[in-house]
């Protein structure tokens, strides 16, 4: 998913508020229906083990865009389904790996998931190979929409090294923006990436935070809860978001222990709370966990 700490969340906050507001007092919101009312039962699933009669109780899924169950049962049974889509990083296994390295714009490896590599996303042929080959290929193989993934990572590189990376920023919310310009009826969902939401969130469909309350100590390899700091920053952007786009819907995910059923019914009463369609699972998301009853 999105692949980034608290830490690095805490360290834009400034620049969303700032951008939020600003968004905020020129936007011209989209006329029409509301968010949609009453949250969503949804999953992230990234494997293909599942037969499809265990998906019933959502009604939207995120699944990874080579290794998924069949597609067609689970559109004949009203699903509607978002393809997985890493544009802050390419990972080896993906088939067009060679050709983006041989173009010379990966950068670090990701230390959190190695075999992950940074993408240069101001660089005009990853945008042509996102917006002219992946985007269409999932279209193609049935998926009702794109979850845009790993968009966390240009301003964060940015920020790192601002005259090395500069402009990565804006080169992530115009990636996002130029899909919606060649593609103005499919589902998008953004992961994260609050930075550019202020500039994102009215050409998408949905927002999703990652690790809001509940997230991935990835030194520790066990669940923990976000400051409330952080917690509360990630609550307000996603508002904020919904207030630049009233038809936004909002989602989170956060990670836990299914064992603790009571801390699993506790997460999902809060971001329900929150307005969120919650989702709670293990950080590797390739088994379906079910919400304790």
């Known amino acids: 998913m999105a692949r980034v700490t608290g830490r690095e969340v805490a360290i834009g906050r400034r620049s969303v508020i700032r951008a939020m507001a600003a968004g905020l007092a020129g936007a011209a919101l989209p006329s029409g229906r509301e968010?949609?009312?009453?949250?969503?039962?949804w999953a992230v699933y990234y494997s293909d083990k599942e037969p499809p009669r265990?998906?019933?109780?959502?009604?939207?899924?995120?699944?990874?865009?080579?290794?998924?169950?069949?597609?067609?049962p689970l559109k004949d049974r009203g699903k509607t389904l978002l393809g997985?889509?890493?544009?802050?990083?390419v990972e080896q296994h993906r088939p067009w790996f060679e050709r983006v390295k041989g173009w010379?714009?990966?950068?670090?490896?990701?230390?959190?998931?190695?075999?992950?590599?940074?993408?240069?996303?101001?660089?005009?042929?990853?945008?042509?190979?996102?917006?002219?080959?992946?985007?269409?290929?999932?279209?193609?193989?049935?998926?009702?929409?794109?979850?845009?993934?790993?968009l966390d990572n240009p301003p964060h590189l940015e920020r790192t090294d601002p005259v090395r990376w500069a402009g990565m920023t804006?080169?992530?919310?115009?990636?996002?923006?130029?899909?919606?310009?060649?593609?103005?009826h499919i589902r998008i969902m953004q992961n994260r990436a609050y930075e550019i939401l202020p500039q994102t969130a009215t050409a998408i469909s949905d927002a999703l935070g990652e690790s809001v309350y509940a997230g991935w100590d990835f030194a520790e390899k066990k669940p923990h809860?976000?400051?409330?700091?952080?917690?509360?920053?990630?609550?307000?952007?996603?508002?904020?978001?919904?207030?630049?786009?009233?038809?936004?819907?909002l989602f989170s995910l956060d990670y836990w222990d299914p064992a603790d059923a009571e801390g699993m019914r506790a997460i999902y009463a809060r971001q329900r709370a929150n307005g969120?369609?919650?989702?709670?699972a293990t950080v590797e998301l390739d088994r379906l966990v079910p919400e304790p009853s």
């Open 104 to 150: 010379g714009i990966l950068a670090d490896e990701n230390p959190n998931w190695p075999g992950s590599f940074y993408v240069d996303v101001r660089d005009r042929r990853w945008v042509k190979l996102v917006i002219e080959e992946l985007v269409p290929a999932l279209l193609h193989d049935g998926f009702n929409g794109i979850f845009l993934d790993t």
């Open 84 to 89: 997985y889509i890493s544009l802050g990083e």
């Open 225 to 249: 809860i976000q400051s409330e700091e952080d917690y509360r920053f990630q609550v307000e952007a996603l508002k904020a978001a919904q207030g630049l786009n009233p038809r936004l819907n």
């Open 35 to 41: 968010a949609a009312a009453g949250p969503l039962r």
């Open 54 to 72: 265990a998906f019933s109780p959502y009604s939207l899924l995120v699944l990874d865009s080579r290794y998924h169950p069949p597609l067609q």
């Open 170 to 184: 804006e080169g992530a919310w115009r990636l996002v923006r130029g899909i919606r310009a060649n593609w103005p």
């Open 276 to 280: 969120f369609s919650p989702y709670v």
